[in-house]
């Protein structure tokens, strides 16, 4: 039996006409990402979700694809922090009309819960979180704790 001719080409994930392609996301953090912007399995948006993409030589990489749905700057943010490499494009009928690259932002306010459960961020105070951004790591502001590894699992 002959190789069919879809095969031949490599196609993955087809192009979507309208909506948000998160692309260059660091290779195992797509369901991260999906996770951060409150997509569950019973989401009843279109989407597609490729993993371990080739992407160069030696990278891999993530893609998650979202039809009819925008980010917002906090979304953009978070997504920043679990994939600091990922680009951001913004399609309208089939065209790439923006794409942006994510930067990590040297404050977040709101976005980090603190791992300190005795941080005043953590109590019943109206008070959003604030963490500063130093070399890859977290700050409290509140209470100096760093957090480090895992930072996927603080975001909120
Ligand atoms: N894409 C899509 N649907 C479209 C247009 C683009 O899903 N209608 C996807 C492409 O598959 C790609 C991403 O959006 O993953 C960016 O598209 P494009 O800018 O055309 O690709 P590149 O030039 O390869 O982007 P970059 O330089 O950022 O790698
Ligand atoms: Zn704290």
Known sequence: MSTPDFA??????????????????KSGEALNV????????????????A????????????IVKISNMELSKDDVNKIALIAPNATINIIRNYCVIEKIGVKIPDLLMGVI???????????????????E????????L????IISSDIANHII
Request: proline share 4%.
């Open 8 to 25: 031949k080409h490599g196609l993955l994930i087809s192009p979507i006409e309208n909506g948000t392609v998160i692309d260059h996301i």
């Open 51 to 62: 993993t371990n993409v080739q992407s160069s030589i030696s990278e891999k990489k993530d």
């Open 142 to 145: 509140y209470c100096d704790n």
């Open 113 to 131: 819960i603190c791992s300190n459960p005795g941080c005043i961020s953590n109590s019943n105070e109206p008070i959003d979180s604030k963490f």
């Open 133 to 140: 951004v130093v070399d890859g790591n977290l700050h409290c």
């Open 34 to 49: 999906l996770r951060i912007l409150g997509i569950t399995g019973t989401t009843d948006k279109s989407l597609s979700i």
